[in-house]
């Protein structure tokens, strides 16, 4: 019965997304936020610190209260006008920006701590599962002053998950972090991303961060949701301050679509387009995220015959902004339907002397591409 | 020489009496201390002065008031009479009351700073892990704030020993019931048992010794008074 599984299809929906609404008023700080997140993925706040981004979290966790305060996770009510759970019967999971592992109790009781006062806490074998993806199976034994930062941050992300929650909450996890820190636990998140079967909130300040993570964005300005949607959308969006920064980019989900062995190339295949890059050492199907700034995106109205650019893409020019140092930001589509979004920032003066126009068909000339996972 | 059987009884009920008043004002002093540490409210200033201020205080000032309150027309005396327990002063629990008032700051200060350095955040990451208020007291604030407590609990164990002059107000000198070790001592010396007094006295400054031996011993990096 069709109209039945529709239904069903429907109410599914309802209850598999995250609704926050929230009103913070105080002499120098308010929040304004009325929010329908994704029930399933990574979702960023991202924003400048002032940005409201951590109030957000902790209301939704409960650590703070406001009056009047609405939130629903995947269909069921944490707070709203006659209910609001304490932060320890809500089914989440938190890591904090700081190391936050009780320092009288080893890395495998911290861990402990929350499975023993959960009823669904996580199974031995999937627990074994998380301790491997975190690389944190030796370091059990130890004490937290006996850790490094990126270590107990790993076993903090490990004892988040060990509970099972239904949603995953994590301020800044990496802030506290060196660079070189950062980097080694990067790789465990973009794992998890992977793996993981549960919403997550990932608040940060770093769009590289969000870059290589996130599925979906909140961008966050004094306090108010500036623009929430899918990454690549956001990202592209010339009207936010994201895209008018030195550091703008476009983000393309990519699948790998062949090896070339003789030049060590790798092709990947987006919507509308292909791009070519250094070999890679991923089997053809696998998805890989491609970032590309808009600084290292020329634009030629002809076809360049001769150049050691290797991605040069036919586009159409979507919209022109004019933004400060006599620069202009453009968007292009590559590929019809559907198209792929990317950035160009060139200087006013190409863009007088080139005639460039919305609508116009081009080549985009793509200097580098990073990779994000 | 040695102690006699009256230094001996006196002995027993100053450990007695400063047993019991620790034991209680561990049980009053943590939460006064949890909500000193962790209040945003006005009164946080005026409670806390109430609560130190027999540190400043002339033990006489506050046995003096304490007499008054405890007595037939004070506002306790009435209350106890109406219990039916007649009147504390000059009793053991009266004792006992006007410790608990006289050792309090030693007690509430070393707690509260112990809450206060422990912060907010190991209550949070305990909340978010499934522990309710009073798990996440007994499972990370006690263990964290351990040598607070443990300082609080010698400091107003010793500071009940030591004390005189709020004993001779509300106790006065019954044997057995009210005369402590130091109104022992107190008695000697107005008698002129100077030898009798050494016995005690010498007793009391190695006892003493111990206690904060003991108290630099085990917390070392705690603050002291």
């Not at chain 1, 679509?257 to 991923?282: I, K, M, P, Q, S």
Request: contains cysteine.
């Amino acid at each position: 019965m069709p109209t039945n599984q529709q239904a069903q299809v429907s109410a599914a929906i309802e209850t598999d997304q995250i609704h926050a609404r929230f009103r913070v008023d105080y002499p120098d700080f308010s929040l304004d936020v009325d929010l329908d997140l994704p029930g399933q993925g990574v979702t960023a706040l991202f924003g400048h610190s002032g940005s409201g981004k951590t109030t957000l979290l902790r209301l939704i966790a409960g650590l703070m209260r406001v009056p009047n305060g609405h939130l629903s996770v995947n269909g069921r009510i944490w707070q709203d006008s006659e209910t609001f759970l304490p932060t320890h019967q809500r089914p989440l999971g938190y890591v904090f920006q700081e190391a936050s592992l009780f320092p009288h109790l080893n890395a495998r009781r911290n861990l402990e701590y929350g499975m023993k006062r959960t009823a669904n806490a996580m199974d031995p074998a999937a627990l074994r599962d998380v301790i491997d993806l975190l690389g944190i199976a030796h370091l059990l034994d130890r004490r937290p002053h006996q850790l490094s930062g990126g270590e107990r941050q790993r076993v903090a992300i490990a004892r988040a998950l060990a509970v099972q929650p239904a949603l995953l909450l994590m301020d800044e996890p990496l802030a506290a972090l060196d660079l070189k820190r950062k980097y080694e636990i990067l790789p465990y998140l973009e794992r998890l991303h992977d793996a993981l079967e549960i919403p997550v909130l990932y608040v940060s300040h770093s769009p590289d961060e969000v870059a290589r993570l996130a599925d979906t964005v909140v961008l966050m300005e004094q306090g108010r949701a500036l623009a929430v949607g899918p990454i690549a959308e956001v990202f592209s969006r010339t009207d936010l301050p994201l895209a008018q920064d030195q550091d703008a980019s476009a983000l393309i989900e990519c699948t790998i679509a062949g090896h070339d062995d003789r030049d060590a190339l790798t092709r990947v295949a987006f919507a509308g387009g292909c791009l070519w890059l250094g070999r890679l050492e991923r089997p053809v199907g696998a998805t890989v995220r491609a970032r590309i700034h808009a600084r290292d995106v020329s634009l030629a109205l002809v076809e360049p015959a001769s150049s050691t650019i290797l991605n040069i893409l036919p586009a159409r020019i979507q919209e022109l902004r004019e933004i400060e140092q006599a620069q202009v930001l453009i968007r292009l589509a590559v590929g019809d339907d559907p198209a792929t979004s990317l950035l160009a920032r060139i200087t006013r003066h190409s863009c007088v002397r080139l005639g460039l126009q919305v609508g116009q068909p081009v080549f985009a000339q793509v200097k580098t591409v990073a990779l994000m996972d | 020489m040695g102690f006699s059987d009256a230094d001996l009884q006196a002995i027993w009920l100053t450990l007695r009496l400063a047993s019991l008043v620790t034991l209680l004002l561990l049980l009053i002093g943590t939460p006064i201390a949890w909500w000193l540490a962790r209040t945003r409210s006005r009164w946080k200033g005026p409670v806390g002065a109430v609560v130190a201020l027999p540190l400043v205080l002339p033990p006489t000032v506050l046995g003096f008031y304490l007499l008054v309150a405890m007595g037939p027309n004070g506002p306790v005396g009435q209350f106890t009479q109406w219990l039916g327990i007649g009147l504390l002063p000059f009793t053991f629990w009266g004792l006992v009351v006007a410790s608990v008032f006289y050792s309090m700051p030693f007690v509430v200060q070393p707690i509260q700073n112990a809450i206060e350095a422990l912060g907010e955040r190991p209550l949070e990451v305990a909340a978010t892990l499934r522990a309710g208020p009073w798990d996440r007291f007994f499972t990370v604030v006690l263990p964290l704030a351990r040598p607070g407590f443990l300082t609080a609990a010698i400091l107003g164990f010793a500071h009940t020993v030591g004390e005189f002059g709020v004993v001779l107000m509300i106790g006065g000198n019954i044997p057995g019931a009210t005369r402590v070790v130091s109104v022992q001592i107190f008695d000697y010396v107005e008698a002129m048992e100077y030898g009798e007094a050494h016995w005690l006295a010498a007793s009391m400054v190695i006892f003493s010794f111990l206690v904060l031996l003991a108290l630099y011993t085990l917390n070392p990096n705690q603050r002291k008074f």
